[in-house]
């Protein structure tokens, strides 16, 4: 698989944009695409959507997009000009709801793997701490106690069981690798979705704000760790990125009221396996009491903060604009917000972006077919190329390193 950073498209048009595969379909070009087999990579899952279209007076019609554009081919040789860009808005809006809940489920899937994998790190240090007579929190990486607990704790507790690099800050470098077992259906079935996005070469880039005084009352580091203040900012950033998605779905595509099932099931046309029933699997898991919701509150603050901070409700970071890419196509979603509302002026912002990148983990062998997939993460400070290098392809499955 091709290993180096993808080239995103530049988008022109402002605003809401995917690339110009769609962008600059002229009239022939979609009477061709209508007349013959569709070749434009996402059709079908496109096709899926189900949008809220709003008309230039305002109102707002649901659309089964599907069944509008089979009717627009019965009349496609006398359609009208305003029809064509009635159809053209149809049609893009399908591809723009297809894209932004590509990025909202697997952001939410990594989120969730990075949100496990801080509590198990804290978990192990506990371990360490209480079974260990050499406790040393600046030296917890090389502790062999720790790193048997830290395996033993990440081996098969994973939503999505892939390997994950952090090549993000300069001060940090962490590396897992998980063991790939398909101890159950489930499972098998999300490896299966995973090695599809692998095929779609997934990517994101994020750019955003830190407000480190609010940031730092609302994610903890008892411990002083690097990785875990790295791992705090990804989940912050990861987080607010998928509430930017949701309000462009529920805006744009369907009302969803925290299903995953109704808010992702168009994309089972889009992947092989059995999607639809992992999407079950996690509102089954909503409805036996589990806190599983698309993104967490991170607006309160910890004990102790100061009174200037205390009633600013939000997790200390903002995403300004959204790069995703699957498939050869591009979304972007700025976010029309105003941090300063909340934030206010005076507080000191940091500015950074996070380049998001799925490819084959190349120390892991295919399971029953299924290609394992590895998240690169970097941030626009490292230029250095996030691939795995020969020397850390050497660790043992279910290990991790920080340098």
Not at 177 to 196: G, N, Q, R, V
Request: net charge neutral; with cysteine; proline share 3%.
């Amino acid at each position: 698989m091709n290993s180096h950073l993808f080239v995103f498209l530049l988008c022109l048009s402002g605003g809401y944009c995917i690339s110009s595969t769609i962008e600059n379909l002229d009239l022939d070009g979609l009477k061709l695409i209508l007349r013959a087999e569709p070749t434009i990579k996402e059709w079908d899952a496109a096709m899926d959507q189900k949008i809220i279209y709003e008309h230039p007076d305002g109102r707002r019609t649901a659309i089964n997009v599907r069944k509008t554009v089979y009717g627009f081919k019965q009349k496609l040789n006398n359609c009208s000009v305003e029809e064509f860009k009635w159809i053209h808005d149809i049609i893009k809006l399908a591809y723009q709801c297809t894209l932004t809940k590509y990025a909202s489920i697997t952001t939410w899937l990594i989120f969730q793997n990075l949100w496990k994998l801080k509590n198990n790190i804290y978990e192990a240090i506990l371990y360490t701490k209480e079974n260990t007579s050499d406790f040393n929190a600046e030296t917890i990486f090389e502790n062999e106690t720790f790193k048997r607990r830290l395996v033993l704790l990440n081996n098969g507790n994973y939503y999505l069981d892939f390997d994950f690099k952090l090549d993000f800050k300069l001060n940090s470098d962490f590396l897992l690798y998980s063991p790939h077992e398909f101890d159950y259906k489930t499972k098998k079935d999300i490896y299966l979705f995973w090695a599809d996005m692998l095929v779609k070469t997934l990517g994101s880039k994020i750019k955003y704000k830190i407000y480190a005084d609010v940031f730092t009352t609302k994610f903890t580091n008892e411990y002083d760790q690097p990785i875990v203040d790295t791992i705090n900012e990804l989940i912050c950033v990861l987080n607010e990125t998928i509430k930017l998605c949701d309000k462009f779905i529920l805006n744009k595509c369907v009302r969803h009221a925290g299903s995953f099932v109704r808010n992702f099931e168009s994309l089972s046309g889009g992947v092989n396996g059995r999607f639809l029933s992992v999407l079950n699997k996690f509102d089954k898991i909503k409805t036996m009491g589990s806190k599983l919701e698309l993104f967490k509150d991170f607006t309160k603050s910890i004990p102790g903060t100061l009174p200037v901070i205390n009633p600013i409700m939000a997790p200390g970071c903002f995403v300004e604009n959204l790069e995703f890419q699957t498939s050869g196509l591009k979304t972007v979603l700025p976010n029309p917000f105003n941090p300063t509302l909340v934030y206010g002026l005076n507080l000191h912002q940091r500015i950074s972006e996070i380049q998001m990148k799925l490819v084959e983990s190349i120390d892991n062998q295919p399971q029953d077919g299924c290609k394992i997939g590895m998240i690169l993460f970097r941030d626009a400070g490292n230029s250095s190329d996030p691939q795995p290098s020969g020397s850390t392809s050497q660790q043992q499955h279910g290990e991790s390193s920080n340098n």
